[in-house]
């Protein structure tokens, strides 16, 4: 309950907050991410590649919640897999490029694939998979500011991966 209310405090200051907008390298904010998650990777072994990528313009602690956000669900819906693997990534599409995190955990039917990024919405059970379902509105709120899209792809069971663009520095919204 507590962490619920955190969630969504954090949620609603989002829509609020002025972006601080600078040049970034999302590596060096997706390797801040991971080191505060360090505690969920507690006895797994999940290799976790930061593949070198292109420096972006965003608000750098809102980033790294994108990361935060993205990285602690490749953990947890990977967890059956000995080793987990992780990539933090990028492509160049469409002349803008696009940020991933890709996991080879339980993945999800594509179906429901819209549903994931509104509040409350889960795909697995409880009992199964501990969480509130805020996560991912998060990361949604935070890229729209930005001026970007985000978006999901996924099998079930081939793992998942979760793209990204940022608006660069004409593109972030209010
Ligand atoms: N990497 C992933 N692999 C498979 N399913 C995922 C992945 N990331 C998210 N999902 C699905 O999307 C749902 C929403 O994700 P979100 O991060 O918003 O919520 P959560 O992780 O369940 O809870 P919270 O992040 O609030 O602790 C999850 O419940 C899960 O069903
Ligand atoms: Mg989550």
């Known amino acids: ?5 955190d969630d969504l405090l954090t949620f609603s200051r989002l829509s609020r907050q002025p972006l601080a907008l600078q040049e970034v390298d999302p590596a060096r904010v997706a390797r801040q991410a991971l080191q505060d998650l360090r505690a969920d990777r507690d006895g797994r072994r999940i290799d976790v590649v930061v593949d070198p990528l292109p420096h972006a313009w965003a608000d750098p602690a809102l980033l790294r919640q994108v990361y935060v956000n993205l990285l602690s669900n490749a953990f947890k819906y990977s967890r059956s897999r000995d080793p987990a693997t992780v990539e933090v990534g990028s492509r160049r599409q469409d002349d803008e490029d696009v940020f991933f995190v890709k996991d080879n955990g339980v993945g999800f039917d594509m179906r429901y694939t819209d549903k994931l990024f509104g509040v409350f919405q889960r795909l697995h059970r409880q ?16 890229v729209h500011r930005h001026g970007g899209r985000v978006w999901a792809e996924a099998q079930v069971d081939q793992g998942a991966t979760f793209s990204f663009t940022l608006g660069g520095p004409n593109g972030a919204g209010g």
């Open 1 to 5: 309950m507590g962490q619920l209310v």
């Open 127 to 142: 009992e199964d998979y501990e969480g509130t379902g805020v996560g991912l509105a998060i990361v949604q709120r935070i």
